[in-house]
Each structure stands twice: as C-alpha cells, then as structure tokens.
C-alpha cells in the first residue's frame, strides 16, 4: 500500500503510527528523493506500507509529484491511504480528488483532527464517506489515535478488491476526455498499462510524462497526440481557457463545494498561535535578530556544546583503539608488522570519524526540532532575497551555517542538510560551495600557519580566513548557477508556511538516529575502503634495501649501547638483547594502564599485575634500587632512539611513497601557488581527512604531530625562504580544497551522480590552486607583503561579490515558458 | 492589477493567472483559481518574498511569481 498526502499533513507521524519501528529507509531507483517503507498488520494480514514523497498535486512538473506518481503507475500498489490535514481540508482533497483519478482504492485519512476541533472546525466524516463511496477514517497521528479504525478500513479494503472509484465531472469537458479515454482505451496493450480516464485528462493537460507514456505504450501515438492538440485548442476556443486550467480550476470548485457541504467552519476568523507568533518571528527588525540568535545556539549547542561532549566520549573511542591494538601482533623495534600497522591506521580513520558523531547527533536533532516546529520556511522567508541574488536558495542558510559559516563546522551534515531545499537548480549550487565553508577540520592547520607567519596579526588573520570563505562561496555559487548549472531544473519558489508545531522528543529523536544510522552506515564503510587505499599510497614502496640496513644497525648500537649497561648492573645475565624491545613494550603498556589513574589504590593494583608479569622487566621501569635507577635511564636513552629512528623512518618513507612521488611530480605546477613538495605530500594526504594536513606536516617536519606548537617551530625551521605569503596562499588553498572523502561521497548521496562529485572534487582543486597561484604570484610581482596580499585580496572577494550580486537573476518568465515545455530535459542533460 | 502591487493587509479575490507552464501549474495546484480569496500578510524583511494567506493557510512566494496571480 502507499501513503500519500500533501506537506505538512503530518503524513510522518500516520506513517510512524502504523509501522512503529519496523522501517526501512532508501531512495527511490535513480533519484535522490528518499523512500521509506514499513509493515504493519491489518486485521491479521501483513501489510508493505510505502511513503510516498508530500505532494500538493500529481503532475509531471517536480521531482517529488513524479516519483510518487510513477509509484502509484508502475508499482500498483493495492490501495492507497490519503493522508489529510483536517484543519484545511479544502486544500488537501486538491490531492485525494487526483488520487482518485488513478484508479486505485483510496482510504481518505482525516488527520490532526485534534488541531481541527481546538480551531472549531467540524469534519462529517461519515457525510465524506457516503460522498466519495470510500471509506474515511479519522486519527491524531501525534496521540496515535484511530489507529486500529485505519487498519480495519485498509483490510476491508483489501478485501472488497476494486470498488466503484469516484469521479470529477469536468463538465464541458468530458465529450473531449471520453473521446481521448476511448481512442487510448482502443489498443488493449495501451488499455491494460494505465487507467485510459486518466491518461485521458493528462493528456488534455499537456502533462509532457503522459505524452511520453502514450509514446511508449500505444502503437498509434502520435495521431492519439494530434486529436488531442485538436481537442485542446477547440476547447479553448470554446470555453475560453485552456483545458489544464479548466481542470484544475473544476477541481478547486469541486473542492470547495465539498468542504461547504461536510465542513463546519467557526462564524469569525480567529487569528492563531501562530498568527500571532509570525508577527515577530518574520518581522522586519525582530525577524532577522531571531534568525541570528537561533543560529548562534545551533551553533553554540552543537559545535561548542557538541564538542565537549565529544572529548568526555572519546575513552570509549580510545579503549576501542587500545582493544584492537591488543588483539594486533605486537611492535616491532623499528617496523611494526603490516597486519598491526594496517589494522590501527584503519581503526584510527574509523574513530576520527566517529569521535564527530555528538557533534552529529546532537546537529541532526536540532535540525529536526527546526524542521517539525516549522521555522525552516520562516528562516527561507528572511533570506531568500539575500541568497537568491547568488543562485541559492533561502533553504540554503542552513547548509552553509552547518559547514562552518564563520568557523567550524563539518561539510557532510552541511551537504545532508540541502535535501530540503526545492529548487534542484539552487541545491547543487549549494552542494558544490558548502565544503568551502570552514570545517573544524581545516582549522588545525590554519593556527598552525597564522602563529608561525602572522602572529603579529593573529586575530586579523583569523578573521580574515573565516570570513573571506563565504566572500569566495557566493560570487562561485553565482558562476556556476549561471554556467554549469544553467540548464538544471528551477522550481519556483512557492513555500508553504505551516502552523508552528512543538515538535515532540520520541520524532525527533527518532529523526536524529535514523540519520546518524544512515550516516555510520554509508560513510563508515568507505572510509575503512578508503584508508586502506591511502595506507599503501602513503607506505609503499618501502624504502630502499641500504636505508633499511642503516636504520638496522642504528637500532643494533642502541641495543648494544644498553646492553653495555646492563652488563654493568645486577640485571646482567637476566636481561639478554632479545628482550630490549621487550621491555620497551612493558613500559609502554605499563604507562598507558597507568594513564588517568589517580587513585592509588587502582594504582597498586595496576603495579601488582605488572610486578607478577614480568618481575625483571618491572624492577628496571619502577626504578628499583640504584641498579633499578640507573638501567631505567638507559631504557629512557633506548626509547628515545627508538622513537627518533621511528619517526625519521616514516618521513622517509612518506616521501619515498607513491604520495610522495606525487608531491614531487606536482611542484612545477605547484610552486607558483608557492607549495613545495613537503606541502604537497600534506596537501594530497589531507583527502582522506582534513585533519591529515597537521599531522603530516608533522611528521615531515620530523615531529610528533600532538601540540600545534612545535608543528609551527619546526616549520619555521624547516621551511627557509617560507614567507607569510606562502602561508596565506596556502591558507587560501585549504579554504578551497575540495570534500574531504565522507564528505565526496555525501555529495555522491545527494546528487545521485558520480559525476557530480567529481565535478565537485576537481573544480574546488582548480579553484584552489587558481586562488593560491593569483595571491602568491599576483603578490610577489606586486611586492606586496602577506598582510598586504591578505587584505588585497578580501578586497577582491568583497568586490567579486557585489559584481555577482549585481548581475541579475533568472526570472519568473523563463518559468512560465511555452506550456509544452518538457520538464525533465533538465535532468537529462 | 495583480497580487505583486497589493499592500499588506489587502484582501481581494484571484481573477486569473499570467504564467503558464511549470509556475502556472503550481500556482493552480495550491489553490490559486477565480474566486479565491488571498491575503497580503507581509513583507519578508529584505522585502521579497511576499506572505500570502489563501484560504485559510499561509505560504510565501517570490514577488517575480507574485505578479503572475491577477487579482479583482
């Protein structure tokens, strides 16, 4: 069975009342609009219910009205359960009069029956149901009331098998619609494949997906095509307006003769809640205030807020690093083994990612408390002006804000966020600039070259980072609205805004882990596929044999060195040099089963099990006794070599590795963006995660990537001739490098195009290095310093902003075209 | 005269619709036909779009759009 129903019908709650949690989510074949099924029993027999997209009609002209037509065409299902919005009612059966239309047996469900009755408006739903010769059957979705009495009416239905379906006498029309209805109904192929009277009646329509239905179905398409034309120009002739208009314009009358003959209205109008709520809420001047001040608290709770919470979960991440790295092979002294290495490099990618999910879980909440109260339209009503001067979309406020508007934020929830926005032309627009926005991940490296290069000018230069991005975003949304996405479909903007709703915690609680379980599901997965990949692209191949052999006999003087040492104690004989990394190890385990404990009692213990587990091992690393004292610092001298010979190993090999090879490759073209190939190994290494881009400046510059602190000095000191206008062509770079990996295949989900993503990928590294390149040649040949550079080239952004916003948007016309219009070569193109 | 040039709190009725195609369509399928009775609400703080109430429910539409719904 399907569900259908007009937004705002609260066409959810009916659907979570029926099916409870036995739900499936997915999207409909080939499109991004998303298709969620349940089952549920009714009067003992099973029952598939499927969610079809909230419609206000069923015509070919959007997405959403042509997948739930299609649904209800090709996948037939049994019957159909027409949600309605009881308190306005005369809109709704526009819908359920089309439903009917189809041909398939219709429950009509009179929902919010409660808002109804507190607004005084009374629904005869047994005069309904004698009317339409269907049963109507009323609920509270929100109470789960009238549950049973749905059910009981979709079994009937059931069983009844196909019933007596109502019809909208067209009046004057019908002559034609029974003309065309016969010559549809006259193939038998044609006639089995669609109800004839609909098709009829699009036909007339001009609806372009019927032309294309008779085209594929009837052998005689196109003199069916040439009758109709006739008939439509003869009927406009006639009755002086064109035949959809007829249509439509019978429906509402019929509507609304149904509504004064079964709906009771209160005598004067009463201005609601709402009503009331919207006089400040889209205000002038309270307006925009309430706007700023709702997204400073998505951001404070979800990023502030979410962020902490994120540090007190991570343990429960770190003990899940700590177990698997148990389970691995043990270390080796200079290499560890592939299995223990691969396997923690794959564990770490998982965590990084999963240590986000607070910041996830609680932005996805937030986000369905703005959706079911009802503002997101409200927040679109204040903005559109301002983003459609840019070819977005006043829905696009809240993607931009999630990725990180001023700083912080995280492209994925941003490119999730765009599903609602309706225009599909505006919402690839914002896809494709939202990963420009300042992610939290770009922030490390943006502190690390801002104390190294400007840290006269810190706060400026933050400031200028953080705000010149949305500066970047605009003028590109609005070049690439009027270039690559000039063809793509435009819908106009005609929003509804619902009564304000007080959301409740079981939906939107339920809304938040539905998305954050699509999100582990779908990123998780490849962001394990993916490391794996980036591993071998970052350790292979291995360093050379003779550097091997160095490193080697480096490790063997360590050992000996300490061996030497212990000759000179007690230990002597009971240490031999196989058990130096051994011991190594045992102090290590050691330290970290030591790590955050304070009380000493846990301690003890924790000492105890050590002491029984290796009693030799355990005198030298808790210094006991002076021969105690004395080795332990010689075990200290052993791991600081190890951990030098470790690190200089992997920059080596870092730089020996197919990464590496690919930094060098590209430092002809990359120097004149100033990025040599140091940079450029960070830079590339950075895809996987933006994170990556500290961490391996780190360990090219030899330092352990933990502390921005020594990252900065040892660039400073590893980077002669590195100017501050390095730095800002290389803070530009990372403000436009393109999505991250989860991030791309988001963009993937919600374009439904692999193309998309990788038009995504490559023209965000194009603009980039085009940025890079303008700042630092631009300014060295001007002489400029990076300061000067820096706000030289605001200036241009600010400038690029206002030209864009200057050139005009598409128009209203361009929507209102030739009625013949296909609406899908769109999509096609 | 069309809804674009009505002031906020206007109240009149829609005679006719100017656009055809996919906007024509969605201005019909929400309940923009002869005889509707449609409100100016407001304005948005930027000015467009405009706050409609038609029939009992609310909705907004860009003032481009607007000027396609001719009103008595």
Redo the contacts between chains.
Sequence with gaps: MALAGQPNCGKTTVFNMLTGARQHVANYPGVTVEKKSGRFSAEGRPVELVDLPGTYSLTSYSLEERVARDFILYDKPRAIINVADASNLKRNLYLTLQLFEMGVPVVLNLNMMDVAERRGIGVDARGLQEYFGSPVVPTVGKKGSGAPQLKAAVAALADAGPARAFAVDYGPLEPFVAEIGDLVAADPQAAGAYPSRWLAIKLLEADAEAANLLARHHPEAAEVMERVQALRARFETEAGLSADRHIAFTRHRLCADIFRRFVTVPGEKRRTLSDKADSFVCHRFAGPVILVLILLGLYQISIVFGGWVALQVWPVWGSLESFTEGLLPAAGFLDDPLLRSLGMWTVKSVTAILNYLPIFFLLFALIAILEDSGYMPRMAFILDRLFRRFGLHGQSTLPLILGGVYVGGCAIPAVMATKAIPDERARLATILVAPMMNCLAKVPLYLILISAYFADHAGMAMFFIATVTLFMALPVAKALSLTVLRRRESAPFIMEMPPYHLPTAGGVLRRALERIWLFVKKIVTVVVAVAVIVFMLINFPNLGRERLEDYAARRDAAVDAFMAEVDKTSFKGRIAPEDVLALVLFEEDMKSAKRGVSDQARADAINARFAEANPVFYAVVSREGKDGKALNRALKGVINTRKELRRNMRAERFEASFLGVAGRALEPLTQWAGFNWRINIALLSAFAAKENSAATLGAIYGIDGEGGGSVEQGMLAGEEGFTPLHALALMLFMALYPPCIPASIMVRMQTNSSKWMLFSIGYQTLLGLAVATLVFTGGRLLGLSGVQAMWAFYGLCVAATVGMALIPEKTARELSGPQTRQPKEGIAS | MTINEMKPGETRAVKG???????????????F??G?AVQV?????????V?LEL????????H??A??VEVE
Aim: glycine fraction near 16%.
């Design positions: 619709l100017t656009a055809g195609g996919a906007l024509g369509q969605r201005l019909m399928d929400l309940g036909f002869p509707a609400v407001r304005n948005a703080p930027l000015v467009d779009p706050e029939d009992g429910y609310h909705m907004s539409i860009r481009d759009e000027g396609h």
